[in-house]
């Protein structure tokens, strides 16, 4: 194992996609090369090479509207973990943040929070991320769904997080392999992950119209799935376990900075960790 500077933060560029993605994949997360070039182009990355010049370490800031920020995609290579790396990236992303006046956000799994919690991030919600491996339930008549409308999905995705996100939705509504549904009030994205089709960002009247989405949405189409729900919808978690749904992880929502927002629809499913 070569040696490195871990004070040798560079900026990352769209060649370094296929490098960030084996980072991801060794981790076993979702993203995509094209969530990879988005992050590339659409907001900063930075990372760490060791001596041999291979990457070892990422960390993304994506800028949304109004002030607010994303960070994600902290990743460190298996042998260079637990050495300060990841909180060194965190602090450059900060940084770079305030410089911008930009309010920065990202979803925590458990051992993150409790890294970012001492960085002073301040917890602000959860969500539980939900895995679809089986098959879905025979209906008594055909689930059917509406091809949903993006500049619809963009206008409800605003009012529930309080700033313009319309550029990260078109790209990803723009993939192969993406659609937006829609069935009662309810509305969501699909698209393609590494391992799983995802559901999300989803948006509903109530629990009842998001849960017939989510069935629909199953039987039109083969799986596996993921979907992150939010933690004021704990009721359609347990609307959707006894068909088949589990539980596979918690994420933590947390702040760095003023708080800027004040959604007035909350969202029943975010479009990822990644993106919030």
């Known amino acids: 194992m070569g040696g490195t500077d871990h004070s040798a ?3 990352l560029h769209i060649d370094d996609a296929r490098a960030c993605l084996a980072l991801s994949e060794e981790a076993h997360w979702n993203q995509t090369e094209a969530d990879w070039r988005f992050f590339l182009t659409e907001g900063t990355v930075f990372g760490i090479r060791d001596g041999e010049g291979l990457l070892i370490a990422t960390a993304a800031l994506l800028p949304y509207g109004g002030g607010n920020a ?3 995609m902290v990743l460190v290579t298996a042998d260079w973990q637990r050495r300060g790396i990841a909180t060194k990236l965190i602090d450059t992303s900060l940084d770079t943040a305030a410089r911008l006046k930009l309010t920065t956000w990202l979803d925590a799994t458990p051992a993150g929070a409790a890294v970012y919690g001492p960085l002073g991030f301040t917890p602000s ?5 939900l895995r679809f491996d089986g098959t879905a339930t025979p209906a008594s008549a055909p689930q059917l769904l509406s091809i949903g409308n993006i500049e619809d999905l963009i206008a409800r995705d605003r009012r529930a997080m309080d700033f313009d996100r319309s550029a990260l939705l078109h790209e990803l509504a723009g993939r ?4 937006i549904v829609a069935r009662d009030g309810a509305m969501a994205l699909i698209r393609d992950g590494r391992k799983a089709r995802h559901i999300g960002p989803l948006f509903a009247d109530h629990t009842a119209s998001a849960a017939t989405l989510i069935q629909a949405i199953v039987q ?9 729900v939010v933690g004021d919808q704990r009721r359609l978690v347990d609307s959707l376990t006894p068909s088949g749904w589990t539980v596979e992880r918690p994420f933590r929502r947390m702040r760095f900075g003023r708080i800027r927002t004040t959604g007035t629809e909350p969202p029943f499913a975010g479009a990822g960790p990644e993106y919030g």
């Open 70 to 72: 994303w960070i994600s």
């Open 176 to 179: 192969s392999g993406s659609r």
């Open 220 to 228: 039109s189409e083969s799986g596996p799935f993921l979907l992150d």
């Open 9 to 11: 933060i560079l900026g």
């Open 125 to 129: 919600g959860e969500s539980q991320r």
